[in-house]
């Protein structure tokens, strides 16, 4: 009945089919990378500056790089430092903001001045001294955990409000007079109320990581030999072909585009979700069957 229920929303939602369609594209190009030998970090194996054409479909650049082949393996990078700062961050938010939410008195107090610390933190110039002083060290990996570092205090406050409301609620009080510990209601009473927020926050942050990536890299504050879209685009840059008039757009011009498009892509995906697992859409989309089914 569920998925039946999705299947029709995915009818009525515009914004999740097209996210659909262009996180398609994204998933094609990663697995194209995925099944290619091709290696970016080989240079000059090709002609230099060459436009599109059939055997180079993204044309080739001042490095001898085939420009769509080196997009298939740089944006599964990018999406993996994505995914692990979400994935982190999102972690290390719902324990905290859970946690102390729950609890209450000086457990959040102690929780929140932290939280809110890292909230006014002023995130761009300190990742930018971060990727300075330690650039050569970086990989996707180090630098999916800094970002994941640095953006838990906005989702812990979220889900910190969301306990809030629920441990006031009826059945918080039944879980305790059943025996219920702390951490066994946490997981068993309030995470299938999270778990759409987390959801949709997690996409979020993947958004935010691949924006902060992005500028890093175009900066030159990341592994230049790592490909990226950030990275893409600083080598167009450090060639100067945005300079060079519409004679080398290529090089720098379909990173963007697909940069634009897997996050444009993972937005409607967001969107979408939240609105059908928003409660207020949910009673509209029953009320809605019932109309067609009593016309039916």
Do not use: C
Request: charged share 15%; proline share 5%; aromatic share 16%.
């Amino acid at each position: 009945m569920k998925l039946k229920s999705f299947i029709n929303f995915i009818k009525l939602d515009k914004n999740l089919l097209f996210a659909f369609i262009l996180l398609s594209i994204i998933f094609v190009m990663i697995l194209i990378g995925a099944f290619s030998s091709y290696d970016p970090s080989q240079y000059f194996l090709l002609p230099k500056d060459k436009p599109p054409t059939l055997t180079h479909l993204m044309g080739t650049t001042s490095l001898g790089q085939d420009t769509f082949l080196t997009l298939t393996k740089a944006l599964p990078t990018s999406l993996l430092i994505g995914l692990i700062s979400a994935f982190f961050s999102r972690i290390l938010a719902i324990f905290l903001g859970t946690f102390g939410g729950y609890r209450g008195g000086k457990t959040d107090g102690i929780i929140s001045v932290v939280a809110e610390s890292f909230i006014v933190i002023p995130r761009l110039p300190l990742l930018i001294l971060i990727s300075f002083t330690f650039r050569q060290q970086l990989n996707p990996l180090s630098m999916g955990f800094i970002l994941a570092i640095l953006d838990w205090g906005w989702p812990s406050k979220r889900y910190r409000a969301q306990m809030l409301s629920l441990r006031e609620r009826e059945f918080t009080q039944n879980a305790k007079f059943s025996g219920m510990g702390d951490i066994e209601i946490i997981i068993k009473e309030y995470m299938p109320f999270l778990i759409p927020y987390i959801i949709v926050d997690i996409i979020s942050g993947i958004i935010w990581a691949i924006g902060m990536e992005t500028t890093l890299s175009v900066l030159g504050l990341f592994d230049l030999e790592i490909p990226t879209i950030g990275t893409m685009i600083y080598w167009a840059n450090y060639y100067n072909a945005m300079y060079r008039g519409l004679w080398w757009w290529w090089w720098w011009v379909f990173p963007v585009i697909f940069l634009i498009i897997a996050i444009f892509g993972l937005y409607l995906l967001s969107v979408s979700l939240q609105n059908y697992l928003d409660p207020t859409t949910r009673i509209q989309r029953i009320k809605v069957s019932k109309k067609q089914a009593v016309k039916v």
